[in-house]
């Protein structure tokens, strides 16, 4: 297990105190401008989904005069309803599964997440994720069928024994973990169940559940608040190296981290961007502009092109292989997806020519799903609309922002039983029971399948193109 070296990094970082006010300053730049031009793209490229992710945390739990505030570290909040388009905190969400949020640290003793039992045709899920954005490991529908139980979220070095009434144990890389709920909502009549199963939802220190004395409070974090351009430029150094404190480079990683101390990145560092020479600072911003245009090559070659699926953005260590691409490419176009095991994602950027998708000037799409054809999941399928300019979800007079396997029943189908959906931004002629409301503009969707067959990962069963239909 990758865990089990990580205390080791810990320890030779320089204790927690000193990771969260490091003594080094961005004046140990020591490469030269052609140097740190590289280095700067590799280190935004294996940074950003840390740092991307560290503005949520900051949202959602620190900052508590903040909209997207959900509740205290080692707390658990909920969305009320599904995403809307007001909802910003996270890109691309779904919003056929009502949220629950959780950020713990796990730097004093573990955390007991429990369960409710729900019906047996109810998908839900806890999703585990480092701070790097690794999924460690799932709770729920899957793993754990629909009868519940208590589980257990461990950092990486916490070394007692597993008490009797924990129904299982994941361990997280990094100090700070994300546990990121879905509960699946069946239509709006439902909303009132999915608020019970939420109240069902607790978190609490493996201390209190064992009705014992807890351990020391851990220090203090500082946490720095992010700033406009957290992500988009050399201030992501500062932050990641913050959060370097919080969860130390792999084992793996030491050769990286030796590269990247030549900028001022790295466990015990402590970046300061108004410390740059001009030529470095500029020579650092062109070369996160060569990473963010790796990122766009990426997406129009392999992403689009087929090459490269969702299915490889998302996983654990061990599944991404420190594929740091991957990982970024996840996190820009979607942070916190699923593995394939549990939501297998087909994306839709494109029609059928392989031009991109835009809805304006009155522009429309088909997409036909045969009688026999259909999404194969376990759980459920949807389809989800998105602008593609603030990849949210889109504002429209119908509130509807999906379609889904629920909704079969209501929709209109074709002479042969089939099932043919509109992408547009006007309501269509005739009824708009099989309409998805598009923004007046470029647009993306995503075909979520939730515990999908195997004839969908395996590529046996193909998604239907997307057909720009004549006006």
Known sequence: MLWKNTRLWLLAAAGMAALIQPSHAASDVIATPEQARALAREAYIYGYPAVASYTTLYSQAVDRGDANFKAPLNAIGHATGTFSPRDTAIITPNADTPYSFAWLDLRAEPMVLTLPAVEA????????????????GYFGSR????????????????????????????????????????????????????????????????????RTKPPAAPPAIAWPRPQADTTQGVA???????????????????????RLAAIGVGPGKSFDEKTLKPEIRQAMEAGIADAKADLKTFQT??????????????????????????RYAGAAFGIYGNTADEAFYLNYYTDASGRPLDASQGAHYTLRFARDALPPANAFWSITMYDARTQLLVENPINRYLINSRMLKG???????GVTLQFRHAAPAGGNQNWLPAPDGPFYAVLRLY?????AVNGQWKKPPMVKAAK
């Not at 129904?167 to 973990?177: K, T, Y």
């Not at 370097?244 to 990683?253: D, F, N, Q, R």
């Not at 998302?314 to 420190?322: A, I, T, W």
């Not at 515990?451 to 004839?455: D, H």
């Open 121 to 136: 045709d109810r998908y839900y899920s806890v999703q585990l994720l480092d701070i790097y954005t690794h999924i460690f």
């Open 143 to 210: 793993e754990n069928g629909s009868k519940g139980g208590r589980f257990m979220v461990a950092g990486p070095d916490w070394k007692g024994q597993v008490p009797k009434g924990i129904d299982g144990v994941l361990r997280s890389e990094s100090q700070i973990a994300y546990a990121l709920y879905r509960t699946q909502l069946f239509d709006d009549a439902d909303l009132a169940r999915v608020a019970e199963i939420q109240k069902g939802y607790t978190v609490q220190p493996l201390s209190a559940f064992l």
């Open 236 to 258: 992501l150094f500062r932050y990641l190296d913050f959060l370097l404190g919080l969860a130390p480079a792999h084992p793996s990683e030491a050769a990286l981290m030796q």
């Open 301 to 326: 070659t392999d992403i689009r092109g087929g090459k490269v699926t969702s299915a490889q953005l998302f996983g654990s260590r061990e599944q991404l292989r420190n594929n740091y691409m991957y």
């Open 411 to 417: 929709l209109q189908r074709d002479a042969d039983g």
């Open 451 to 455: 515990m999908p067959k195997p004839e």
